[in-house]
């Protein structure tokens, strides 16, 4: 059994589904010969050849298009959008028409189609390289929105997501792309979509993030442990749907809830997680739900970009003022 | 430095889930050669040896003789020798199978504290480092998820998560992993079986949540041999039985034969419409020296022909049937382990002696268990001659994708009027069942008739 990274249960995913299913076909800017800019495609072309591996012309537009075609007449298009700044030139395609292709042919059609895009900051890279742009897509209904945060889970998720029947949006941490490995089976076995993973448990307060963000909030867990705080992590994974019972029943437990991700904090997905505590936990919270986010602004070049992050210290700092209060 | 492979038992060609070990050929510390016989393996159907997939010495088997192995399920660990032959890694075997059983327990070896600590600094640089811009962190360090015991179970966040989607309350279900720890396969068999529904318990999810951390986990389904007494879990008197005496009155797991009717029987079942036809053949005109079971398949091979439809194929998804030009009876043979139907191939081009010599070689076959698979497949329509016990009708079961089985029920003298007076005629009782999903009860009316006629002749 392997022991890879993060990109490289990308690659394993892909490769076992192109395998198992010939209407798999992974289409986007230098997937082919190149292998992709950060190598999530390396060794698909020589295996499955130039007419499942597909090298398409810098046009963000045509990957979109095609992909929509591609998925509503029976195949299973993988797009790579090589950046997530660079999935704008899509969205006519992605919103206009695979997010609502079973909706306006009434079930007729469907769009399984997933687009892959390495996702958000903290890699030292130029503008449109470092950008948290899940909440744009949870907004758009008939979009699954898709975060791993480990390789096990890159693995597990993308081949769910790739076998799901509707659009997929599969965003990378690029972050932690190449950060550690983890062992995973190369057994095609997918793991749930729609639910969270809980990571740690814990009884004072609840931590709820999602794709690179995960690392920090592990190590702001442990930190609270030394301080005899007992935190539980959760990874929420799918953002959307969102299985809010998971973190309603964290909730209930500790009473304390920390949201933590790296897209700017106004509408990004922490409010929504954050307003149906509102609706519905009220009662069981103690404290204050606590955001720790981005910025309202674009996240900076490199020398500012860990400023901009969440860090452990202020993860850490957000849980104990929960605790303030009792 | 040598490595230990697992080879997992793959699908031994017939799309069973399962097979029952009934030899080894080699045992731990013996060398096991690349393609040699490891293991012979009783399937549904038939004896299969397995081939060894590696060269090396035996480090250990899991399974004895009589044991049920899942079809992915780690059969042996081998460690390889590198100085005998092996296969190259590129070469496909076709097999596919599903994850290694063995793999989960892994997940708690390690502690999770200080595991995330990654090269503090700058990125490592690499040959490639992975990206066109900017610059990536890049680590070799391996970190596990730990199995964390909330609400006294051992599971891994992915587990949990499963649980989850598939409403399985992992409080009620059964760890196969080491230690005790519940594996994303537990959780699926659990969710199949429907033994662990969410809710099921009566506490709120509230309560339950808080409560279930002081609460064991269930027992497992085997009691510990210390914990043996005379009492049930509810407090009831049983019946115990020392380890050494063998048991009856306890569950057995099916195997082999039986297991796979017990599949098959359940699947007819769930799919066909059957519909039931009786009537008596009348075989007083029969000269001497006619063989029954010959004279059966004749007459059941004319009415197939007279009414092709039912000796056909149906797809009850597809909602497709198929009519065959050819008729080759699957013919129901018992015997101690079960129940087998080898296929009685071209039986309408065969006279009565070729008729009887393809017979008597299927029910030898049969008996030897030298029977190939293939000849267990593959029939257009079926014949059960259990009259030679006992019974005069029956409602036999028609298996998919077959739409008509004939059964003939133990001969009789039965009075008969005839001409103003009364004869006495030797008859033969017949049952046909035919899947009303693919054929008309005219059809099958038609067809018992044709069957019946050609039984009334002397020859």
Known sequence: MAQITLIEAVTQALAWEMKNDPSVVVLGEDVGINGGVFRATLGLLDKFGPDRVIDTPLDETTIGGITVGLAAQGMKPVAEAQFEGFIYGMLEQIICHAARMRNRTRGRMTVPAVWRAPWGGGIRAPEHHSEANEAIFTNVPGLRVVLPSSPGRAYGLLLASIRDPDPVIFFEPKRIYRQYKEEVPDDGEALPLDVCFVLRDGEDVTLVTWGAQVKETLEAADKLAAEGISAEVIDVATLKPLDFDTIHDSVRKTGRCVIVHEAPRTAGFGAEISARLAEHALYDLVAPVERVTGYDTHIPLFRLEMKYLPSVGKIVAAAKRTLAVS | ?459
Not at chain 2, 100 to 124: F, I, N, R, Y
Not at chain 2, 267 to 282: F, I, Q, Y
Not at chain 2, 356 to 375: T, Y
């Open chain 2, 1 to 459: 430095m040598s490595e230990t492979k697992t080879f997992h038992l793959p699908d031994l060609g017939e799309g069973l889930p399962d097979a029952t070990i009934v030899e080894w050929f080699v045992k731990p510390g013996d060398v096991a050669h690349l393609d040699e016989p490891l293991v012979s393996m009783e399937t549904a159907k038939a004896v299969v040896e397995v081939p060894s997939p590696f060269s090396g010495k035996v480090v250990k088997q899991y399974g004895n003789a009589g044991d049920v192995i899942e079809t992915g399920a780690a059969l042996i660990d081998i460690e390889l020798d590198a100085s005998l032959a092996q296969r190259a890694d590129a070469e496909e075997t076709g097999h596919h199978h599903g994850p290694p059983k063995a793999a989960k327990p892994k997940a708690e070896e390690q502690p999770a504290a200080g595991e995330k600590k990654s090269d503090k600094g700058e990125a490592t640089e690499r040959a490639d480092s992975g990206t066109v811009v900017g610059a990536m962190e890049a680590g070799d360090h391996v970190h596990t998820e730990r199995a964390s015991t909330a609400g006294g179970v051992k599971a891994v966040p992915a587990v949990r998560a499963l649980a989850k989607k598939l409403g399985v309350d992992l409080g009620r279900v059964s760890a196969s992993g080491a230690d005790g720890v519940i594996t994303l396969k537990d959780v699926k068999s659990a969710a199949e079986a429907g033994t662990a529904k969410q809710g099921a318990r009566s506490a709120a999810p509230g309560a339950a949540a808080g409560a279930a951390t002081t609460t064991p986990p269930p027992a497992a389904p085997q009691r510990a041999e210390s914990q043996r007494t005379a009492l049930s879990a509810s407090g009831q008197p049983m019946r115990t039985t020392p380890p050494t005496q063998s048991v009856s009155g306890q569950p057995e797991q099916l195997k082999g034969v039986r297991r796979n009717m017990a599949r098959v029987m359940a699947d007819a079942h769930a799919k066909v419409v059957p519909t039931t036809l009786c009537d008596d053949a009348d075989i007083h005109a029969w000269a001497p020296g006619n063989d029954i079971t010959v004279r059966l398949i004749r007459s059941l091979v004319r009415a197939c022909q007279a009414v092709p439809a039912l000796n056909a194929w149906f797809d009850g998804d597809k909602l497709t049937r198929t009519l065959h030009p050819h008729v080759d009876i699957g013919i129901a043979v018992d015997t101690d382990d079960g129940l087998f139907v080898p296929a009685l191939r071209n039986a309408d081009v065969l006279d009565a002696n070729g008729i009887r010599q393809a017979i008597n070689r299927l029910r030898d076959q049969v008996v030897s268990r030298s029977i190939p698979a293939e000849e267990l497949k593959g029939y257009t329509i079926s014949l059960s001659n259990f009259g030679v016990f006992a019974g005069r009708y029956a409602t036999p079961v028609v298996v998919p994708p077959t739409v008509a089985i004939v059964a003939a029920g133990k001969g009789r003298h039965q009075m008969m009027p005839v001409m103003g007076g009364f004869e006495s005629h030797k008859i033969i009782p017949l049952s046909l069942t035919f899947d009303h999903r693919a054929a008309t009860g005219g059809e099958a009316a038609r067809f018992l008739k044709e069957m019946l006629d050609d039984l009334a002749k002397p020859n």
